[in-house]
């Protein structure tokens, strides 16, 4: 894992409930797809919203659903299936189905077992909608017609062509209620009993990464000529002769083929060639028996579909490996995401562990709340896992100006003193006049005393650091306090304010530069313009991010004592 850390606890959360989603998806997706068993994506979304719903019992925060349900998505990668976009979509789907009516109906029966109905038969539109998106809309032609046909020829009163699917609705509806059932009554007993320790790990679940292709040469160049190639596909299906966009999907297929090997495998599946023939007998059959045309017109009319499919399927399948590139996950942590790929690194380390503790599916359904209890319960022990994991020698508090850096620091002076933990150091209070800064002061952790340190500069005398003198009395009691820290037994040290003057070797600079290289922990208030100043001056490389703006102070005071103790 990276050095730099900067994540908050709801997304800590959120990767502990994720991993346990995604260990799920792939221990019982592997298991039904084997068996082939019917409402198999029902089972694995049942699981999930189970998952979902029982850990809220013990985690309360708002917008963990969909934070889960994205990571859970994104690790979909990690499946051996060459298909992921559409169980991405679908994951992620679901998660945001679940939170949006936990908001409006809150956390209780109503709001469970509505949102989890509703998610369930997500399933049901996302699979109509995959075919279209893959077939086209003739696929719905071909279906309406086809039953309108059956239902004349069989004198039937009843709209065949709605009726499959409102019988459809209503069976995952009620699936989706069973799910929520089972969820509340995991996490009533999650609730009312005491985490327990995960399981240990075994070599299959080691193993589960071998298959990765970590030496496969990403591209971003790649990322867009596919990007075009799917689009060039899809408007010469629409405007062009079927010699020209037969032979251009051909020929792109082939391109994708020898670059990727995930594409190779979505073609040489039995069941795609199956579909293929199936697709385009009965779109001939419905254009020649009941749009009375040409049988050519019809079999043209079903290969297209199919090519749009090879198009869409391949496509897809391409654009999802490149998209596992590196710079992409880098491009991220620029963006208001950019916690996420942090969240995931955690869960992808806990993969395998999550892996090897969930039991199979068989074992399940003898007791399927027990046997869920039993690897939900885990959550509160992985969480403290992922707190130590995430608990450096050196913290670095970042914020922007007047945005509580200090105040941060302070709260955890008080709570640190108040368990009784020896600490030292400095911290500086901001001297605010009529709105304005018009100094700091510096304030010895230690003994409590307080001097004036920067002052609007009004002596030309005195050293400055921008438009603020240096005082020699509070540089000299900072500059003590630090030195005790040096040399006294307290493990922890607090230094505010590392900024400019310290980078351009002033202020506590040295004193930084000693601390850095002993055995204490450190924190470092610093401002986001400076962090990564600070970070290259003193080459730290054990170090924790923490934005003031998303993480409290009792968390990092937690993980110092942690620490510490």
């Not at 985690?59 to 889960?68: D, M, S």
């Not at 469970?112 to 995959?130: D, E, P, R, T, Y």
């Not at 400076?530 to 001056?537: A, G, M, P, S, Y």
Request: with cysteine; glycine share 6%.
């Amino acid at each position: 894992m990276n050095s730099k850390f900067e994540i908050s606890e709801k997304w800590i959360k959120a990767s502990v409930i994720g991993t346990i989603w995604a260990a799920s998806e792939i221990v019982f997706g592997s298991f039904l797809h084997n068996l082939r068993i019917p409402f198999s994506s029902n089972v694995l979304t049942g699981i999930g919203l189970i998952i979902l719903i029982s850990s809220s019992y013990k985690w309360t925060e708002k917008g963990l659903f969909w934070r889960a349900g994205l990571i859970c998505a994104l690790m979909k990668t990690m499946s051996p299936s060459a298909v992921i976009f559409g169980p991405m979509v679908a994951i992620l789907s679901q998660s945001l189905i679940l939170e949006l009516f936990t908001r409006i109906a809150g956390k209780r029966f109503i709001g469970f077992a509505l949102g989890a109905m509703v998610a369930m038969s997500w399933n049901l539109f996302h699979k109509i909608m995959n075919l279209v998106i893959s077939y086209g809309f003739n696929l719905v032609n071909v279906y309406a017609d086809l039953l309108k046909y059956v239902q004349k020829q069989l004198r039937i009163d009843i709209d065949l062509v709605w009726s499959p699917l409102v019988v459809l609705v209503l069976i995952y509806a009620v699936l989706g209620l069973i799910s929520a059932i089972i969820g509340m009554r995991v996490g009533r007993k999650l609730a009312s009993q005491p985490s327990v320790n995960r399981l240990n790990s075994n070599n299959a679940a080691k193993e589960f990464f071998s298959n990765r292709n970590r030496d496969f040469n990403y591209s971003i160049a790649w990322l867009v000529i596919n990007v075009l190639l799917l689009i060039t596909a899809f408007v010469l299906l629409n405007y062009s002769p079927w010699y020209i966009w037969s032979s251009t999907i051909a020929v792109i297929a082939t391109i994708w083929i020898l670059r990727y090997k995930r594409a190779l495998r979505q073609l040489s599946k039995p069941r795609f060639w199956i579909y293929f023939v199936v697709i385009t007998m009965l779109a001939a059959f419905v254009v020649t028996k009941i749009q009375s045309q040409d049988i050519m017109q019809g079999l043209l009319i079903g290969i297209k579909m199919n090519f749009r499919a090879i198009a869409v399927i391949l496509g897809f399948t391409v654009l999802g490996t490149e998209l596992y590139n590196p710079r992409v996950r880098e491009f991220f942590l620029k963006t208001s995401f950019k916690q996420l790929p942090l969240a995931l690194e955690l869960s992808f380390e806990s993969l395998p562990l999550m892996i090897a503790s969930v039991p199979e599916l068989k074992v399940i359904i003898r007791n399927p709340v027990q046997m869920i209890y039993q690897v939900i319960s885990q959550i509160e022990y992985r969480l403290e896992e992922l707190r130590n994991k995430l608990s450096r020698k050196i913290y670095i508090i970042t914020g922007s100006i007047g945005e509580g850096k200090t105040t941060q620091v302070q709260k955890i002076v008080n709570e640190l003193q108040n368990r009784g933990i020896p600490l030292s150091g400095v911290y500086s209070p901001r001297i605010m006049e009529q709105g304005e800064t018009t100094g700091y002061d510096v304030v010895d952790i230690e003994s409590g005393r307080r001097e004036p340190f920067l002052r609007l500069a009004e002596n030309d005398s005195l050293d400055q650091i921008g438009r603020f003198n240096i005082l020699p009395e509070g540089y000299s009691v900072g500059l003590a306090a630090l030195a005790k820290s040096r040399t006294n037994n307290n493990r922890l040290v607090i230094i505010d304010e590392v900024g400019k003057l310290d980078i351009n070797n002033q202020g506590w600079a040295e004193n930084i530069a000693e601390l850095v290289n002993g055995s204490q922990f450190l924190v470092l208030a610093v401002r986001d313009t400076f962090t990564d100043q600070v970070i290259e001056k003193w080459n730290l490389k054990d170090y924790s991010v923490f934005k003031v703006s998303d993480n409290p102070h009792q968390l990092v005071s937690e993980l110092l004592i942690n620490q510490l103790s």
